[in-house]
């Protein structure tokens, strides 16, 4: 576990989709939970959107599901959010982080990437 870094911001349409890749400098596998949030506008807290746990189990907001998905390349250290059907609330600084688990079904937060812009045009 180490350093993340985001990528794959940028302007897209209302209705258009976008990746945003999560780079880590250590290796990953399908055990280590990771994960996604978003801050919607400066001083506004961030918010969960997406997390992809052990065996590569994912779970999403509500305000998410169902138009993005989270995956991982383990061969390529790097995890990924597919945002699909983009609504006017969905611009916001996307974080990715990488955890630690704590028992069976929690998990820490060890690392942050440092944040990607995502911007919807209508």
């Known amino acids: 576990q180490g350093q993340l870094g985001e990528s794959g911001g940028g302007l897209v349409q209302l209705g258009g989709s976008l990746r945003l890749p999560c780079a880590t400098l250590?290796?990953?596998?399908?055990?280590?939970?990771m994960g996604w949030y978003r801050r919607q506008g400066p001083g506004k807290q961030g918010k969960w959107v997406a997390t992809i746990t052990r065996g590569n189990s994912t779970y999403f907001a509500v305000a998410v599901k169902g138009r993005f998905t989270v995956s991982r390349d383990t061969a390529k250290n790097t995890m990924y959010l597919q945002m699909n059907s983009l609504k006017p609330e969905d611009p916001a600084v996307y974080y990715c982080?990488?955890?630690?688990?704590?028992?069976?079904?929690?998990?820490?937060?060890?690392?942050w990437g440092q944040g990607t812009q995502v911007t919807v045009s209508s």
């Open positions: 982080f990488e955890g630690v688990s704590v028992g069976a079904t929690s998990y820490s937060i060890s690392s």
């Open positions: 250590g290796s990953i596998d399908s055990q280590i939970p």
